[in-house]
């Protein structure tokens, strides 16, 4: 599994590692938010700075966990985007509209806190 879960203050981070790809890692992703929904937990960050690639199934994975958290109350924040990733969010006009990148866990925190 490429990813795994910790509790920062009032957020669960997924640390993503390696590859990202929505039509192998997007089941068990889905499943886990799922999982944090059930237990009150709807504030997340997705921590990018160990992904090497993401494929546009991963990117459709990373908008349904933020219609997912959102309809749930809380939020989808994304941090520490490497270039190669962050590209592909420019190129498909959703860093900005849809998405924040935020350089650090901390500030996607300190931006949950705020919304």
Same mark, same amino acid.
């Not at 994975?61 to 924040?77: E, N, Q, V, W």
């Given at each position: 599994?490429?990813f795994k879960? &910790?509790?920062?203050? @009032?957020a669960?981070v997924f640390q993503i590692t390696?590859k990202f790809l929505g039509?192998?890692?997007?089941?068990? #992703?889905?499943d886990r =938010?799922?999982e =944090?929904?059930?237990?009150?937990k709807t504030n997340?960050?997705?921590?990018l700075?160990?992904?090497d #690639?993401?494929?546009?199934?991963?990117?459709?994975?990373l908008?349904?966990? =933020?219609?997912?958290m959102r309809?749930?109350?809380?939020?989808?924040?994304l941090?520490?985007m490497k270039d &190669?990733?962050? @590209?592909?969010?420019? =190129?498909? &006009?959703?860093?900005g509209p849809? #998405?924040t990148?935020?350089?650090?866990?901390?500030?996607a925190?300190a931006?949950?806190?705020?919304?």
């Amino acid at each position: 599994m490429p990813f795994k879960t &910790r509790e920062e203050y @009032n957020a669960v981070v997924f640390q993503i590692t390696g590859k990202f790809l929505g039509s192998i890692e997007g089941a068990a #992703f889905k499943d886990r =938010l799922e999982e =944090l929904k059930a237990e009150g937990k709807t504030n997340v960050i997705v921590d990018l700075s160990k992904a090497d #690639f993401m494929d546009s199934s991963g990117i459709g994975t990373l908008i349904g966990a =933020l219609t997912t958290m959102r309809t749930a109350g809380g939020d989808l924040k994304l941090a520490c985007m490497k270039d &190669r990733i962050k @590209n592909l969010f420019v =190129l498909t &006009r959703l860093l900005g509209p849809i #998405f924040t990148d935020y350089d650090t866990v901390e500030e996607a925190v300190a931006a949950l806190a705020k919304s």
